[in-house]
């Protein structure tokens, strides 16, 4: 027995030492991995203090940041100026650069391998860079001279560093291609960057496609009900005073300085008729490669649009104009928006810029903000600049106005990481790609043109094919824009910029130290013949054709209109008389109507001050509040849990604020009203904007035999009722007093690229969140959601700034995330909870306050070597 006892007790320590010493092992594991970790993180963070000797630079150049990381670049010359920003931007959101520019050019697979294919093949066929490179060599001297020293800055930067010390980034690539090197920055690879934001901005080309396929499905009268006409009687028109878009002469719009533009007047802009891009992509669904584009950047969704009101000096305290932005795009991290000050020492002629707000990384210039005269936003036009046309193709010919033309092709070849080489064929029309290779939605579409135009056409033979006419298909001269945009100093300056800036098309609202306040739209904005864009069009009838573009004089304009105040929210821009045809597809106008109503009603109390327009940016109502109410009024659930929940309904105050119980549910209700509706009609219909569903909703209710309503509208709400309380009950308790709308509705910050790898060490590495917010979508608190995917935030105000005219150390702005790309550096996420939480920085710009807020302090230093 004692033996035995032995034995058994005797074999515990050799065990236990098995166990310490795996465990020591997989300490020591864990800590040279934590170190590898740490060392491969640190290692890629920029150096923002001493100096740095930089070959190509004429002069000596300061970098000096803030608390935020907010660097302000102060520079001699123009030429050092933006050859510093590129240094910078590479600093710190060169991944991002390098990220974007494969995307770009349709060259992801470079990077990733063949899962990237498809999207390489979309992006390809639609050739950004190819465009971007002749929008390049067309600049004027000046301009091309700043992209090429903004490249200069970055390849500098790139001479001293390479691989894991460029970005963590890097250093995980490195796990599936090693072999990978960054190549030289270009200029052409920053162009580039403004085609993808036209396509994040592009507004309408899945509606139409959407409705194409809608109404193989749906009658007319479904179709009218799904998509009802904007409500002008109702919400806001952005140029109320003025619907038809005339009176330019009237409005004593003062010329240009003659600093903003050495090329152009303004009034003259290209029109070019034929698109030489043309894809053929293989084997996903149109929507789904969409979709995966979209994924690759600040995506477009329901809710991507953005919010710009400026007030006149007479209705603010200090007797000069507030001026308010915040643009709406997809969830990103980092932010899309790179902050920055660039500040020449002396401002002359050669040096004419000190202007201060969000660009993008890899671009050069400053795209929304104010330098030392002006300040100006941008909103999405929210104009219709893309449409399908129905083809006629025979082999390698298709049908034109009873003759046949040739079908234009093209080869490209992708390369893939660890892979074989793939060829890609592409076609195109003289309307520009040849889409009905991309599968399911539009091979749908061919089998069955929805055009009414076909009823009595004589239609040529061959085969149904669809192809896209769009204005971000031609060669533009936006890449010059933003620098006379920068150099502005009235409003005949920024007219100029906006008659340059044709692509994307935007709402652009402006303010100055002379105390006026304006509106202009710029954009390259079509002439249609015979159709409106709403359904595919006969590609082979010239009648159906673009027409050309609006002359920018045309061009929808308002200068210190009588109410004081401008709100642009991607509502409709001016009636239905306005000379030119211009969308059916605008915002239905909540957003705006609500600014409208708040600011009228601040004016009422008093002066407007900045804090006010801060608080503005927050505000949460949800645009079918009063509606559910209303529906909800009525009706009565046995279930009493069921019933209090809709009690905290009728007593919610419409407001989406992330605390509030009725909010959580009077989403969660929303969600399952809409998809009873729709499903009543037996067949799929996408809810993608709940502006609009919003108006379908309100029409409906006011209609209890609408066939929307299924057998009975009052068993349709009581089941959404009992199904909206389940969801809730499951997610967040049965007591409805414990729910909230702030973390059902949270931000997760996903890292664009690695953040979705599917590997949960590497998406921790990057990704931050969930943080609980408020808003929704069609709110002025622009935290948009899919009610087909769920109630996360997926859009967002992407920034917001209020800037202060009479004192620009008094605006206030923030980022979504921070300044820095990097993981794990203090910047990388630093402003995501105040963005959350409402919270703008001041918005440091003299000199002197500048002075007191530098936290680091970089001397770029030029050298021969």
Same mark, same amino acid.
């Given at each position: 027995m004692p033996a035995k006892s032995a034995r058994r007790f005797g074999k515990r320590p050799r065990l236990r030492n098995v166990i310490l010493g795996t465990i020591s092992t997989l300490v020591v594991l864990a800590l040279a991995l934590g170190g590898f970790v740490a060392w491969s993180v640190f290692r890629a963070f920029p150096d923002t203090e001493g100096t740095l000797d930089v070959v190509g630079l004429e002069h000596e150049v300061t970098v000096q940041r803030d608390a935020q990381g907010i660097p302000t670049v102060t520079a001699e010359t123009s030429h050092d100026l933006f050859f510093a920003q590129g240094l910078v931007h590479a600093q710190d959101r060169f991944w991002e650069m390098d990220f974007r520019r494969h995307m770009t050019s349709g060259r992801l697979s470079e990077l990733f391998g063949a899962s990237q294919l498809d999207t390489d093949k979309f992006l390809r066929t639609l050739d950004w860079h190819g465009i971007a490179e002749q929008e390049i060599e067309a600049l004027p001297d000046r301009e091309r001279a700043y992209y090429e020293a903004y490249a200069d800055g970055v390849n500098a930067y790139l001479a001293e560093r390479e691989g894991g010390a460029l970005a963590l980034e890097y250093t995980v690539l490195g796990l599936q291609n090693s072999d990978y090197e960054p190549a030289p920055w270009t200029p052409v690879d920053s162009a580039a960057w403004l085609k993808a934001m036209a396509w994040d901005l592009r507004t309408n080309i899945e509606d139409e496609t959407t409705r194409a396929l809608?109404?193989?499905?749906?009658?007319?009268?479904?179709?009218?009900?799904?998509?009802?006409?904007?409500?002008?009687?109702?919400?806001?028109?952005?140029?109320?005073?003025?619907?038809?878009?005339?009176?330019?002469?009237?409005?004593?719009?003062? /010329?240009?300085?003659?600093?903003?533009? #050495?090329?152009?007047?303004?009034?003259?802009? $290209?029109?070019? =008729? *034929?698109? @030489?891009? &043309?894809?053929?992509?293989?084997?996903?669904?149109?929507?789904?490669?969409?979709a995966e584009v979209d994924a690759l950047m600040p995506n477009v969704g329901e809710g991507v649009g953005s919010n710009s009101w400026v007030v006149s000096g007479e209705h603010t305290e200090s007797g000069l104009p507030l001026l308010a932005n915040d643009p709406h795009l997809g969830a990103s991290l980092p932010s899309v928006w790179h902050q920055m000050h660039l500040r020449c020492a002396e401002v002359s002629e050669e040096c004419p810029y000190d202007a201060s707000g969000f660009g993008f990384s890899g671009l050069p210039g400053i795209v929304i903000g104010h330098n030392q005269d002006i300040a100006w936003g941008f909103t999405n036009l929210t104009t219709d600049v893309a449409d399908l046309y129905v083809e006629r193709? /025979?082999?390698?010919?298709?049908?034109? #106005?009873?003759?046949?033309?040739?079908?234009? $092709?093209?080869? =490209? *070849?992708? @390369?893939? &990481?660890?892979?074989?080489?793939?060829?890609?064929?592409?076609?195109?029309?003289?309307?520009?790609?040849?889409?009905?290779?991309?599968?399911?939605?539009?091979?749908?579409?061919?089998?069955?043109?929805?055009?009414?135009?076909?009823?009595?056409?004589?239609?040529?033979?061959?085969?149904?094919?669809?192809?896209?006419?769009?204005?971000?298909?031609?060669?533009?001269?936006?890449?010059?824009?933003?620098?006379?945009?920068?150099?502005?100093?009235?409003?005949?300056?920024?007219?100029?910029?906006?008659?340059?800036?044709?692509?994307?098309?935007?709402?652009?609202?402006?303010?100055?130290?002379?105390?006026?306040?304006?509106?202009?739209?710029?954009?390259?904005?079509?002439?249609?013949?015979?159709?409106?864009?709403?359904?595919?069009?006969?590609?082979?009838?010239?009648?159906?054709?673009?027409?050309?573009?609006?002359?920018?004089?045309?061009?929808?304009?308002?200068?210190?209109?009588?109410?004081?105040?401008?709100?642009?929210?991607?509502?409709?821009?001016?009636?239905?008389?306005?000379?030119?045809?211009?969308?059916?597809?605008?915002?239905?106008?909540?957003?705006?109507?609500?600014?409208?109503?708040?600011?009228?009603?601040?004016?009422?109390?008093?002066?407007?001050?900045?804090?006010?327009?801060?608080?503005?940016?927050?505000?949460?109502?949800?645009?079918?509040?009063?509606?559910?109410?209303?529906?909800?009024?009525?009706?009565?659930?046995?279930?009493?849990?069921?019933?209090?929940?809709?009690?905290?309904?009728?007593?919610?105050?419409?407001?989406?604020?992330?605390?509030?119980?009725?909010?959580?549910?009077?989403?969660?209700?929303?969600?399952?009203?809409?998809?009873?509706?729709?499903?009543?009609?037996?067949?799929?219909?996408?809810?993608?904007?709940?502006?609009?569903y919003a108006v379908f909703f309100k029409a409906q209710l006011e209609d209890p035999e609408s066939p929307w309503w299924g057998d009975s509208q009052e068993q349709l709400l009581t089941d959404a009722a009992v199904t909206a309380y389940e969801e809730l009950a499951d997610e967040q308790g049965s007591n409805s007093q414990d729910w909230n709308w702030g973390d059902l509705h949270a931000l997760t910050l996903t890292h664009e690229s690695f953040g979705t790898s599917g590997i949960g060490p590497i998406e921790a590495l990057f990704n931050r969140g969930p943080y609980p917010v408020g808003g929704g979508s069609g709110v002025v608190n622009a935290t948009g959601w899919d009610l087909d995917e769920g109630y996360a935030t997926t859009t967002v105000p992407s920034m917001r700034m209020v800037v202060d005219v009479d004192d620009w150390d008094n605006s206030v702005w923030h980022n979504l995330t921070g300044t820095s790309g990097h993981a794990f550096h203090p910047n990388y996420t630093d402003q995501a909870q105040d963005w959350a939480d409402g919270e703008q920085y001041p918005w440091n710009y003299s000199a002197d306050v500048l002075e007191q807020h530098w936290e680091d302090t970089l001397v770029l230093q030029p050298t021969g070597d």
């Open positions: 809608l109404t193989q499905r749906l009658d007319d009268d479904a179709i009218e009900d799904l998509y009802p006409e904007y409500p002008f009687d109702e919400h806001p028109v952005i140029l109320a005073e003025d619907p038809d878009g005339s009176g330019i002469a009237e409005a004593n719009i003062p /010329e240009p300085s003659g600093n903003a533009a #050495d090329d152009q007047p303004v009034g003259q802009q $290209t029109s070019a =008729e *034929t698109s @030489e891009t &043309a894809p053929t992509v293989e084997a996903a669904s149109l929507l789904e490669v969409i193709v /025979e082999g390698d010919e298709y049908w034109h #106005d009873g003759e046949k033309r040739p079908v234009e $092709t093209r080869q =490209e *070849t992708l @390369e893939v &990481a660890g892979g074989n080489d793939v060829l890609l064929d592409v076609r195109s029309t003289h309307h520009g790609p040849i889409l009905s290779d991309l599968q399911r939605d539009f091979t749908m579409i061919t089998i069955n043109p929805p055009t009414d135009a076909l009823d009595d056409a004589e239609i040529p033979p061959g085969e149904f094919e669809l192809s896209l006419r769009w204005t971000a298909l031609d060669v533009t001269t936006t890449a010059q824009a933003i620098f006379t945009l920068n150099r502005a100093e009235n409003f005949g300056d920024l007219r100029q910029a906006a008659s340059e800036f044709e692509v994307p098309g935007q709402n652009l609202v402006y303010a100055d130290r002379q105390g006026n306040i304006g509106y202009q739209a710029p954009g390259k904005l079509p002439i249609r013949g015979a159709g409106d864009g709403f359904l595919p069009q006969p590609g082979w009838d010239s009648a159906y054709d673009w027409q050309g573009t609006i002359p920018f004089d045309q061009h929808p304009v308002s200068y210190n209109p009588d109410s004081g105040y401008i709100v642009t929210a991607n509502n409709a821009i001016v009636t239905d008389d306005y000379e030119h045809f211009l969308s059916r597809d605008w915002d239905y106008g909540h957003r705006a109507a609500r600014i409208v109503e708040e600011l009228e009603a601040k004016l009422e109390a008093g002066s407007v001050t900045v804090d006010d327009m801060a608080e503005l940016h927050m505000d949460n109502e949800f645009p079918a509040a009063d509606a559910l109410q209303e529906a909800y009024a009525s009706i009565d659930v046995d279930d009493a849990e069921v019933q209090e929940a809709i009690a905290l309904l009728a007593d919610w105050d419409g407001q989406n604020d992330p605390d509030s119980a009725g909010a959580a549910f009077a989403n969660v209700l929303w969600n399952h009203v809409t998809h009873a509706m729709v499903r009543t009609q037996e067949t799929d219909i996408p809810r993608d904007d709940q502006s609009r």
